[in-house]
């Protein structure tokens, strides 16, 4: 060969690798992007890091369920004890199946019957994204599960009653903005996992989603088109403002769903948010009677109360004051059919979440050691019927009984 000739083709090959590597390094930023995005639309930091850890991913953060606990696992890309030598097959799985390593069955505290929404191609994202951290050698038994909950096998029944696997499919005859909002919901972000009613078996009651549920000494509440309950008197951009900076006039995310909007809602795109809020408002809510009228020796003492204890803040209409304090005339949570949420903030006290678009954090202090469980049953109850608000009467059983979880 000619030398002139075979340094050109030599210069070609080696323009052609530089090439392929260019365009490789090109793909695996778009999908360790959206690898990174996903992971925190479906909030994976929430479980699979504890809180106050610098270390990302490592697990270890307990998980109460009804069943006993478990403990969510390392995702770190390191080889003994997280999942450095999991095929992309297992992974796949994992994400939309139900299954991990060498296809030991998951206990559904991992959300893959929502996650199972995600294709192929946005699973593979997510395990780009996580090979990207750095690996943690972090043992984790994630089953402490008491017998016969800790058989894995049982997840076979389990899966055949309420597990339907299956890629998202968009719905004929709605936007692309409705069937992208339906995407999230129903899918990386699980909002069922925590809003939607569960069977005694610990399965989701479909015929009640996104009405709320109990989780962790909280409510996570009624997000249907709910007019008294729910999202009904919310506008799409009330929606959208909550879930980017965790305050409205009528609400202040705390708990888990402060940590939820600390770790993925508020780091979501504006457009993604309204597409919740778009299909969050086509969800119908559940016409309920109203409730029977409060005993009005109750409604009396816990009026006085407030007006000692609460109005400085909520104002004396429960009008409250814009990022200070939430109002409570009017509001879907303060009237929600379980007032779970409501007499714990009042027991524990509570502090709302920081972020960019809200960075003040404003708290409530704990009244649990100013007033007795009468008192607090009598001032929940208050405001759950004063300024045309109607809700269930508080008992003060209901209150002993939080108290105990939480003392």
């Not at 925590?194 to 549920?213: I, M, R, Y």
């Not at 000494?217 to 879930?243: C, K, M």
């Not at 509001?331 to 678009?357: C, F, K, M, N």
Request: hydrophobic share 40%; glycine share 10%.
């Amino acid at each position: 060969m000619h030398r002139p000739l075979a340094l050109i083709l030599a210069m070609a090959a080696l323009c052609g690798c530089h090439a392929t590597e260019a365009a490789e390094d090109s793909q695996d930023f778009s999908q360790l992007d959206k690898g990174r995005y996903l992971t925190v639309v479906s909030d994976c930091a929430a479980c699979h890091t504890q809180k106050g850890s610098d270390q990302a991913f490592a697990g270890g953060r307990p998980i109460e369920t009804p069943f006993g606990t478990l403990l969510a696992s390392n995702i770190t890309p390191d080889r003994d004890t997280g999942i450095g030598a999991w095929t992309d097959d297992e992974f796949v799985n994992a994400l939309t199946k139900g299954t991990g390593r060498h296809g030991a069955h998951l206990y559904p505290a991992m959300p893959y019957n929502y996650l199972t929404k995600l294709s192929r191609d946005d699973a593979l994202a997510i395990r780009a994204y996580l090979k990207s951290v750095p690996p943690v050698s972090h043992q984790v038994t994630a089953n402490q599960l008491p017998f016969p909950f800790n058989i894995r096998l049982s997840m076979l029944a389990w899966n055949a009653l309420f597990f339907a696997p299956g890629a998202f499919k968009p719905t004929a005859g709605k936007s692309d903005e409705w069937n992208r909002g339906a995407f999230l919901v129903e899918g990386p972000m699980h909002c069922g996992a925590c809003h939607t009613p569960k069977n005694v078996l610990g399965g989701t009651e479909t015929s009640k989603a996104l009405q709320g549920d109990k989780i962790d000494g909280w409510l996570a509440p009624n997000i249907t088109n709910d007019f008294q309950r729910g999202l009904g008197h919310w506008s799409p951009e009330e929606i959208v403002a909550y879930l980017k900076a965790g305050h409205t006039k009528l609400a202040a995310a705390s708990g888990p769903m402060g940590e939820e909007v600390a770790l993925s809602s508020s780091k979501m795109t504006d457009g993604d948010l309204q597409a919740i809020a778009i299909y969050l408002k086509d969800q119908p809510g559940q016409e309920q009677p109203p409730p029977p009228a409060a005993a009005s020796n109750v409604t009396k003492a816990g009026a006085a109360i407030y007006a000692d204890e609460c109005s400085a803040c909520h104002g004396l209409k429960g009008e409250g004051v814009l990022g200070l304090a939430p109002g409570l005339a009017g509001s879907s949570g303060v009237q929600s059919t379980d007032p779970t949420t409501l007499v714990h903030v009042v027991l524990q006290g509570t502090r709302s979440v920081a972020t960019d678009a809200a960075p003040t954090a404003p708290a409530m202090p704990s009244f649990g050691w100013l007033l007795t469980d009468d008192q607090v049953a009598a001032v929940t109850t208050y405001v759950r019927n004063a300024w045309g608000n109607a809700a269930p009467e508080v008992a003060a059983n209901d209150v002993a009984r939080a108290r105990d979880r939480n003392p």
